[in-house]
C-alpha cells in the first residue's frame, strides 16, 4: 500500500510538462524527491498528505491546458477524500489559495503558459472548502492546523528537548542543530531539491509563473518551521523546479530534431547517462546502502527490531495483576496499546496535556499526565543524593497510588535499550523483576509493609501473584524442570557471503528474539564489573547460561549471524 501512495506521488511529478517539452528534467528531480522523501514515508495518514500536495501540482498544471473553465471537478474530488483520510488536508487547501492567488495576479497570458480564467478558480476554490467539510469531524478539520501547531507540536518539543534522539523528530525547525549533526542522505537530498529550487529560480526569473513561486515558497516556509512538513513541501519544489527548468530550456536551446553526430550523442547519452544513473539509485536503495536507517530500508512486513518488540507482548503480560502499567517512553506506549494495556502515555501527548476535551473522564482531561510522566520516570531512577532520593521516592509513589499503578516497565526492546532505568530498578528494594523477555521487563512493587500500596490492592491476591510470578535467575538457568532445545544442535557451519549476498541484497542481519534476550542476560555482568552493581558468582554463572543458550537459539535461526557469535564469545568469556 505505502509502495502504491508513494508511486502515484512520482507519477504525479514525473507527468506534469509544458506542451511540447522534454520532461527528462522531471525525471531527474523525481529521483531526487523520491530519496529525500524517504524519511517522511511512514505508513500513517501523514503520507496522504504528500500524495494529495504531489497530485494536486498536477492537477492544477494541467487545468490551463484543459477544457475545464468553470469548475474543476477533479480537484474538488481530491479534497473530498483528502480531508476524510488525513487530518493535515488544511496544507493542501493553503496550498490551493497560494496557487490561485498567484494565479490571479497574473497580468498577461503567455502562448506556453496560459492563464485559468477567474470564473473557473474561485469557485473551485470555494467548492474545495466546502467539500472539505463532509467528514466525521466538520469544521474542526480546518482548525487542526490550530491544534497541531499550538498544542501537539509544542508538546512534543518540550517531551524531547533533552533527547540525544532529537535528529529522529521531525518536528523541529530545520535550523535545529542537532539535524545538521546527524546530516542523513535523505536530508541532504531534501536540501538539494531546496538548492535546485533556487537556481531554477535564478535561471528562469524572468519567465516565472507567479502561481507556482507562490505555491513553492509557501510550502517550504511551512517545512522550514517544521520539518515533518518539508515531506508534503517536496513534491511542489519537485514539480516547480520542473517546470521553471522546462521553461528555461525551451528559450535557452534549440528545440529542433538534428541528424548531427555531436548533437545525437548528447541527446542519446544525456538519456543513457540518466538511466544508468536511475539504476545505481534504485540498487543502492534495494540493497540497503543508501539510507543509514534500517526501518528505511525496502522491504515487506515489520522492521525486525519493531517486530521483535510486537510478537509476544501480549502473550508476556497476559498473566499480568492488571493492565495498567507505568511505560517509560511514548513510543512504548504505542506498543502497549497493541497489547491490550491500559498505557499510561503514548504518542497522543495532545491528549494528555491537561486541555483535552475529548476525555470522559473529568477527572483526567483536567490533568497534566505529560508533565506528572516526565515526572515520575526521572523519579524512579537512582538519585545522585539521599535529599534527592527521598524527594523521588515520594513523587512517583504518589503518581502510582493515584492512578493504581503496580508495575513498571523500563523499555528494554529496539536498537537502543534504557538498560540505565532497568537496572535501577533491578537494585531499587521496592521493586522485584517479574518477567524479562526479548520484548518488556516488567517490575512490580513488592513493600508489602508499605500502607501507599496496600491502600490499592488487596494484600493476599498480591502477594500471592508475587511469589508466583517473580524471577529467579538461578532457577530459570539450573532448575531441572528447564527443558533444554533440541535445535541448539547446528548442522550447518558460517559460511562466506556469496557475490548475489553481498552485491544484490540488503545488507542488514535479521535479529532473531533470542538474541535480544541474549544481550540482556549479558547486560547483568557488563553492570556489575563496571561497578554499578553487585551479584554473586552463581549468578553470574545463570546469566553467562541463559545467554550461551538463547545466542545458540539464535545461531539455530542464523549460522551466518556475526551478532549471534560475538554474544556466544562474551557470554563464554565472562
Not at 508476556?316 to 506498543?335: K, T
Not at 499510561?344 to 473529568?362: H, Y
Not at 559460511?495 to 549479558?522: C, N
Request: with cysteine; net charge negative; proline share 4%.
Amino acid at each position: 500500500f505505502k509502495a502504491i501512495l508513494v508511486g502515484f506521488t512520482i507519477w504525479s511529478i514525473v507527468t506534469v510538462s509544458r506542451p511540447n517539452t522534454p520532461t527528462w528534467w522531471s525525471a531527474i528531480v523525481a529521483v531526487l524527491t523520491l530519496i529525500g522523501l524517504t524519511s517522511f514515508l511512514t505508513v500513517t495518514p501523514e503520507l496522504i498528505t504528500i500524495l494529495g500536495c504531489g497530485l494536486l501540482m498536477r492537477l492544477f498544471a494541467s487545468w490551463r491546458y484543459g477544457d475545464e473553465q468553470k469548475l474543476n471537478v477533479k480537484i474538488v474530488v481530491l479534497f473530498l477524500l483528502w480531508a476524510n483520510l488525513d487530518s493535515r488536508m488544511f496544507l493542501g487547501l493553503l496550498l490551493l489559495i497560494l496557487l490561485s492567488v498567484g494565479e490571479a495576479l497574473r497580468k498577461a497570458s503567455r502562448e506556453a503558459v496560459p492563464m485559468i480564467p477567474g470564473r473557473a478558480l474561485w469557485p473551485t476554490v470555494g467548492a474545495a472548502a466546502l467539500v472539505s467539510l463532509a467528514n466525521p469531524f466538520g469544521w474542526n478539520a480546518w482548525l487542526s492546523a490550530v491544534d497541531l501547531y499550538s498544542v501537539s507540536d509544542p508538546l512534543v518539543r518540550d517531551y524531547y528537548a533533552e533527547s540525544t534522539m532529537v535528529h529522529r523528530i521531525l518536528v523541529f525547525p530545520l535550523w535545529t542543530d542537532m539535524y545538521w549533526d546527524y546530516l542523513t542522505i535523505p536530508f541532504v537530498t531534501a536540501i538539494v531539491v531546496g538548492g535546485l529550487a533556487l537556481a531554477s529560480l535564478f535561471l528562469n526569473y524572468d519567465k516565472l509563473i507567479l502561481s507556482e513561486l507562490f505555491g513553492m515558497v509557501g510550502l517550504l516556509a511551512v517545512g522550514v518551521f517544521t520539518l515533518r512538513d518539508l515531506g508534503p513541501a517536496l513534491p511542489v519544489i519537485a514539480v516547480f523546479i520542473s517546470l521553471n527548468c522546462q521553461d528555461w530550456y525551451r528559450s535557452s536551446f534549440n528545440q529542433e530534431y538534428r541528424v548531427n553526430q555531436w548533437e545525437l550523442l548528447f541527446s542519446r547519452g544525456g538519456r543513457a547517462l540518466t538511466v544508468l544513473s536511475f539504476m545505481v539509485v534504485a540498487w543502492l536503495g534495494m540493497t540497503g546502502r543508501l539510507f543509514e536507517d534500517s526501518a528505511r530500508n525496502i522491504g515487506f512486513g515489520f522492521e525486525n527490531q519493531l517486530e521483535n518488540s510486537l510478537v509476544g507482548i501480549s502473550e508476556d503480560l497476559a498473566e499480568s495483576y492488571d493492565r495498567r502499567p507505568f511505560n517509560f517512553s511514548i513510543q512504548q506506549g504505542d506498543i502497549l496499546i497493541w497489547a491490550n494495556q491500559q498505557v499510561f502515555i503514548d504518542s497522543r501527548l495532545a491528549l494528555f496535556d491537561g486541555t483535552s476535551t475529548d476525555l470522559e473522564i473529568d477527572d483526567l482531561a483536567s490533568v497534566n499526565l505529560v508533565e506528572i510522566h516526565q515526572e515520575t520516570r526521572q523519579a524512579l531512577r537512582r538519585a545522585e543524593t539521599q535529599e534527592q532520593a527521598l524527594a523521588a521516592r515520594e513523587t512517583w509513589r504518589t503518581t502510582f497510588k493515584k492512578y493504581e499503578i503496580t508495575h513498571a516497565l523500563p523499555r528494554i526492546a529496539g536498537g537502543n535499550p534504557d538498560y540505565v532505568t532497568y537496572n535501577d530498578l533491578l537494585i531499587n528494594p521496592e521493586f522485584r523483576l517479574a518477567k524479562l523477555t526479548p520484548s518488556v521487563a516488567v517490575y512490580y512493587r513488592t513493600n508489602l509493609s508499605d500502607e501507599n500500596l496496600l491502600s490499592y490492592v488487596d494484600q493476599e491476591k498480591y502477594e500471592s501473584y508475587l511469589s508466583e510470578h517473580l524471577i529467579n535467575f538461578l532457577d530459570e538457568a539450573f532448575a531441572e524442570d528447564v527443558t533444554i532445545e533440541k535445535s541448539l544442535a547446528r548442522g550447518v557451519f558460517p559460511q562466506p557471503e556469496s557475490a548475489y549476498v553481498s552485491y544484490l541484497t540488503a545488507d542488514r542481519e535479521q535479529i532473531p528474539a533470542p538474541l535480544v534476550l541474549a544481550g540482556h542476560y549479558l547486560q547483568h555482568i557488563e553492570q556489575s564489573l563496571q561497578g554499578r552493581f553487585q551479584i554473586d558468582f552463581r549468578t553470574e554463572l545463570a546469566f553467562s547460561y541463559m545467554a550461551i543458550r538463547n545466542a545458540n537459539l539464535a545461531l539455530a535461526e542464523n549460522p551466518d549471524s556475526s551478532r549471534a557469535f560475538t554474544k556466544l564469545g562474551q557470554a563464554y568469556y565472562f
